[in-house]
């Protein structure tokens, strides 16, 4: 028996993805990892004529959206998304993807214990001891009378907050609904929010910047915490108004501030914050993306949207993260 005709078979387009991003380094390595995870795909840089069912990317302009009509989802090469809500150029129904921890609560994890640990056992104070050749021992206070308050329980948030609780500190989070974590005492609301700032010795920032936080920490703010507290923004810079922050810190009611995040960065060359002997920062070195986890983690999501299966970290446009 000879086969009839053939019914013409449809060919079935290839999966487009197209990565976006300001920095060429970090554009190739998105670039070769997606090729890598997704390898049925056909994967373009921007700027290209591809026009792609998935973008990925980093602070994409207007002719990127302008350009890319067919777009089923852009995933956030990084944790934060007010980048993209800031814009109204980001098409008002397009999902958008963050990253989910990839290999970035690790790094959290380290600087921000390695900050509280300095303040816990008063290392500037022995610095300082050193460089005036004195002999001084100060007492210990026990870590579970040290609290330390987490403000934001996102991934990265509830990470640190849970590790810092199995070094031994006292640990407050403050998140907008209460989130119930083992062994760490919880406030949510507005309404909670002065006796969280209030118990912090230490308080980490690590709730994201919306339309509801920015300016958060302020000189009213600000000066609810306890006499000789400690900032630490992992954040983002806007979260703190930079000028009452100084101000708390020169009138001796705050001890000083670890600032890894800044409203301008790079943070201008005459900005007060490099000079100043209380403050120590970093150049937004925190945690940064781990791309081949992270390229793994939208492989298997963009998998799942192509089967109509519903992705987590899908940004919530009202709340704004
Ligand atoms: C961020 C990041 O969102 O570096 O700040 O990922």
């Known amino acids: 028996m000879t086969d009839g005709p053939r019914a013409p078979t449809e060919a079935v387009p290839p999966l487009r993805i197209v990565v976006v991003h300001p920095h060429e380094r970090a554009r190739s390595r998105w670039h070769e990892e997606l090729s890598r995870q997704l390898p049925e795909a056909v994967v373009a840089s921007w700027p290209s004529n591809v026009a792609a069912d998935f973008a990925i990317g980093w602070e994409p302009g207007a002719d990127f959206f302008a350009a890319q009509p067919r777009l089923r989802a852009f995933f956030n090469a990084g944790a934060g998304v007010d980048h993209l809500l800031q814009h109204d150029h980001v098409p008002a129904t397009l999902p958008i993807v963050r990253l989910e921890d990839a290999g970035m609560a690790e790094q959290m994890i380290e600087y921000c214990c390695h900050e509280v640990i300095h303040q ?45 609780h199995r070094l031994g500190y006292r640990v407050l989070g403050f998140s907008r609904q209460a989130k119930a974590l083992d062994g760490i005492t919880s406030y949510a609301g507005a309404d909670q929010f002065e006796a969280f700032l209030r118990a912090s010795q230490v308080l980490i920032v690590l709730a994201p910047l919306t339309s509801a936080t920015v300016d958060l920490l302020n000189r009213g703010t600000l000066s609810q915490l306890p006499a000789g507290a400690y900032l630490i923004n992992v954040s983002r810079g806007a979260l703190v108004v930079d000028a009452d922050l100084l101000e708390l810190i020169d009138a001796g009611h705050l001890a000083g501030a670890t600032l890894d995040v800044f ?35 939208v492989a298997d999501k963009i998998r799942r949207l192509l089967r109509d299966q519903p992705v987590s970290g899908t940004v919530d446009r009202l709340r704004g993260y």
């Open 120 to 164: 816990y056992r008063r290392w500037d104070d022995y610095a300082q001891q050193q460089r005036e050749r004195r002999w001084q021992m100060h007492a210990s206070v026990s870590r579970d009378q040290f609290a330390v308050g987490v403000l934001g329980l996102g991934v990265l948030g509830r990470s640190v907050a849970t590790a810092l």
């Open 263 to 297: 409203r301008q960065e790079p943070l201008p060359v005459e900005h007060r914050f490099w000079s100043h002997p209380k403050i120590r920062l970093t150049p937004h070195a925190s945690a940064r993306t781990v791309v081949a986890v992270s390229a793994q983690q």
